[in-house]
């Protein structure tokens, strides 16, 4: 005896005796639609899955031993997971004891016009002693190898240094240069008087500072009133900032710390404003900073 394969029969049969007619059952195919459950065949409905099972066949034929080929079954894409992103390669810490370049600055309008409205009181030479410096970018004379019986011109220059496109030089004299050294070694292309700046009369104070990120580029802000800019110096090189800020009454803030990252000096720059001065360093790598900015 062998099993009818026919949809609804599912009775046994022996293939060796001819049957005619003896099958009863659904040529259609079963539909379940809005929780009524029905064959395609015939019209008859129910909501109940075992009386969905009884309906009684509605055509008659002969038993079918034959069992039907299962649907085939659709493969399923592959997945392609790319591989783990991996962390970008981290750049090879740059040295220290690099040297120490000047940031290009800015003035803010805001401390143009508290400047213009300072009187500029200059100090007698009694009142400079041999340990003074001369102040002026460019020039660095001590007050030591001035001759005392005779005027020293102050060789300087009043403009910033610009560093754009691996090209080094100053805004006032234009002379370009790939050379840090020889940038260095630019003669001044003004001509003045001495601006002294005695470090036993300097006050030397804390400021408040704080610091911020974002992915290209690292903000260093300290605040202080009344900064003097001539006098002031911002130097740097990958890994190390230095900065001497003098503000009101001879007073002085010091920095001289090593970086957590890495910078790229050519693309940083410092802007002095009448409360703050704020340096913009320029990451050298697209990753955050530790929340202690320095090490």
């Not at 034929?61 to 894409?77: L, R």
Request: aromatic content about 10%.
């Amino acid at each position: 005896m062998v099993l009818c394969y026919n949809k609804g029969c599912g009775k046994e049969f022996d293939p060796a005796v001819p049957n005619g007619e003896g099958c009863i059952y659904h040529s259609g195919a079963p539909v379940f639609h809005e929780g009524y459950k029905s064959w395609s065949c015939c019209e008859k409905r129910t909501t109940d899955f075992t009386e969905f099972l009884n309906i009684k066949g509605c055509c008659k034929g002969a038993h079918n031993s034959v069992k039907p080929a299962e649907p085939v079954k659709e493969e399923k894409e592959e997945k392609i997971t790319p591989d783990a992103v991996k962390p970008p390669e981290r750049m090879i810490r740059p040295s220290e004891d690099s040297p120490l370049v000047p940031l290009p600055s800015t003035i803010s309008a805001s401390l143009r016009k508290l400047l213009n409205k300072l009187v500029v009181s200059e100090k007698s030479e009694e009142g400079v002693t041999k340990q003074a410096i001369c102040q002026r970018k460019g020039c660095g004379k001590a007050k030591v190898d001035v001759p005392d019986d005779g005027e020293d011109d102050c060789n300087h220059h009043p403009g910033c240094p610009i560093f754009h496109e691996g090209m080094k030089y100053w805004s006032c004299c234009n002379k370009k240069t790939t050379d840090f050294n020889d940038f260095l070694k630019q003669k001044g292309c003004t001509n003045g008087t001495h601006l002294w700046g005695d470090p036993s009369q300097k006050k030397v104070v804390q400021c408040r500072y704080d610091w911020h990120q974002t992915g290209e580029f690292v903000n260093f802000t300290v605040y202080a009133k009344k900064v003097k800019p001539d006098l002031c110096s911002v130097y740097c090189n990958a890994v190390k900032l230095k900065l001497d800020i003098h503000f009101g009454d001879d007073q002085v803030f010091t920095f001289d710390q090593v970086l957590a990252g890495i910078i790229d000096p050519e693309m940083s720059k410092v802007t002095y404003a009448a409360t703050k001065v704020e340096v913009n360093m320029k990451k050298a790598e697209f990753v955050a900073w530790p929340s202690t900015f320095v090490l």
